[in-house]
């Protein structure tokens, strides 16, 4: 699929004089988890975007765990840091990471994952739709499905406001084929191994399933492992646009994987980040747009 990445003009506009003061800037960077294919690539753009410019940085892993994470940024603030980066490991329990960023007066960047909070000055969220990726996913699917048949939904982390959207979308396009039914739904939380297991016990169960639309890459690869040497009589189609995926639609594994621009989204976030720094302004959401 082609990809068009736009971010906010007026983000842009500000970020002009980022690269003139950025090595007088120092981010702290808190991702969700490192052992994630996406998340990886995210970090390592944000990683490349930082020395690109010459920023003093700090990244640590949160390993899925809110606390740890909320340990991190306050660690963070005692160091003094210009900016904090978050991929939160739950967009429902953001709050307390807000209020200390706050009370420190220090710029707070979320990317990729959605807080499910209001964002107050010095706050901005850089991330895509999760919602129209959804969409596009269960478009491609019905498409596939003569716009008939069963689908099962992979399903993400439920802390996370990623599953929920694309999930949303997935489910606004089926309640536009009268044919199409969802029969089944639930969590491998994101990872491989998890939808090997929850697949098999589809398939041990009997469960009549035409395709499944999973969250992201990794589960629909792990529901391609589950299937074994006879995929082909179950449409799958993933989110994110992992190399591993794309290869797999190469060989005709997978139908459809929906792109998110995890480069653009890493970029995005470090220039936020500069940009408060050295304009003092900045656009509270910027959105890299799937297509």
């Not at 621009?261 to 970029?267: H, R």
Request: with cysteine; net charge positive.
């Amino acid at each position: 699929m082609n990809i068009k990445k736009t971010i906010v003009a007026s983000l842009l506009a500000c970020m002009l004089p980022a690269v003139v003061m950025a090595k007088d800037v120092s981010i702290g960077v808190s991702m969700a988890l490192f052992d994630d294919n996406f998340l990886t690539i995210l970090r390592t753009s944000m990683q490349k975007e930082m020395k690109k410019d010459g920023v003093k940085s700090q990244i640590e892993d949160a390993k899925g765990d809110v606390s740890q994470q909320l340990q991190q940024v306050q660690n963070f603030i005692g160091q003094g840091v210009d900016a904090i980066i978050v991929n939160p490991v739950d967009t429902n329990a953001v709050k307390p990471i807000m209020d200390q960023a706050t009370k420190a007066g220090i710029p707070l960047v979320f990317v990729n994952r959605r807080p499910q909070a209001e964002l107050t000055d010095k706050m901005a969220y850089v991330g895509s739709d999760s919602i129209l990726a959804g969409r596009l996913q269960m478009e491609a699917l019905a498409k596939a499905m003569n716009g008939k048949g069963n689908v099962a939904i992979l399903l993400g982390d439920l802390a996370n406001e990623s599953t929920r959207d694309r999930t949303k979308g997935v489910e606004e396009v089926v309640a536009k084929y009268p044919n199409i039914k969802i029969v089944q739904k639930q969590t491998a939380k994101f990872t491989r191994n998890d939808a090997v297991d929850v697949v098999s016990n589809w398939m041990t169960s009997g469960e009549d399933i035409q395709a499944i639309a999973s969250n992201n890459d990794e589960m629909a690869i792990g529901a391609l492992q589950a299937l074994g040497k006879n995929p082909n009589h179950i449409l799958i189609a993933g989110v994110d646009g992992t190399p591993d995926a794309l290869q797999m639609l190469k060989s005709g594994k997978m139908i459809a994987t929906i792109f998110q621009d995890a480069k653009g989204q890493g970029e995005g976030a470090v220039d936020a980040a500069i940009s408060w720094r050295t304009a003092r302004k900045w656009k509270k959401s910027s959105t890299c747009r799937i297509s």
